[in-house]
């Protein structure tokens, strides 16, 4: 089953334009990662945030942790057209399988 | 490229047939897992190995699943008599687990498994 939910499950924006999405958990984690994936291909790892963490950047990439609320948000600065693709919260079990409990993604359109 | 590949990149199939599909990980990394997407969903884990050792099965996979990891290079996943509800995305990914911080997984592009 699924660990959460992502929120909006679908985002439409002009390039230029940020991009949040946010995602809800429901049980203690280790930890909070974000992925995105093209259509028809694998995941790729963006950035990692610790359950000890509440904001980390990466390039135009921001995510924020709230573990009090049990959500996560990701917000994409400037987007461009190269930026469509599925996006995915998945947080880290806390055992040592560190196996991803993914929520159900955000498909982001950015239209050149 | 040495990112983790997967083989085939498609497979279709009729119902009640056996299939395989193989998984090549990142050379250096000594866990591998195998994950489950349907359309419009998030990925759902499946299973895991260190090294050879496979040291997690989720409810998800019943008897008709089973998976390998012989010498703890390549990985197999085999689908006995394949059901219509098998039809998914099949995603492999793996990682360095070194006992310290924790390295992320990377994934393949995954084996697309059409029944019908």
């Known amino acids: 089953s699924q660990q959460g939910e992502e929120d909006p499950q679908a985002l439409s924006i002009q390039e230029g334009e940020n991009a949040t999405m946010n995602c809800s958990y429901k049980t203690s984690i280790n930890n909070l990662q974000w992925y995105r994936q093209n259509s028809g291909r694998g995941l790729v790892h963006l950035i990692l945030?610790?359950?000890?963490?509440r904001e980390k950047h990466s390039g135009r990439l921001r995510v924020t942790l709230d573990t009090s609320k049990k959500s996560s948000s990701l917000l994409i600065t400037a987007s461009r057209a190269a930026d469509t693709a599925s996006y995915f919260c998945a947080t880290g079990k806390m055992d040592s399988s560190y196996k991803l409990i993914f929520g159900s993604g955000t498909r982001l359109l950015v239209r050149p | 490229d040495t990112g983790v590949s997967q083989n085939p990149r498609h497979k279709i199939t009729k119902r009640g047939q056996n299939v395989t599909f193989r998984c090549d990980p990142i050379s250096e990394h000594n866990r591998l897992y195998w994950y489950r997407q349907t359309l419009g969903q998030g990925p759902e884990f499946l299973t895991y190995f260190q090294n050879e050792a496979q040291l997690e099965k989720s409810r998800l996979l019943s008897d008709r699943f089973s998976a390998e990891r012989p010498k703890g290079s390549f990985s197999t996943l085999e689908i006995q008599r394949t059901e219509q509800g098998d039809s998914a995305m099949y995603l492999c990914?793996?990682?360095?687990?070194?006992?310290?911080?924790?390295?992320?997984?990377?994934f393949g592009d995954g084996t697309r498994l059409s029944i019908l």
């Open positions: 990914a793996s990682s360095l687990d070194t006992g310290g911080t924790y390295q992320p997984q990377h």
């Open positions: 945030i610790r359950s000890n963490e």
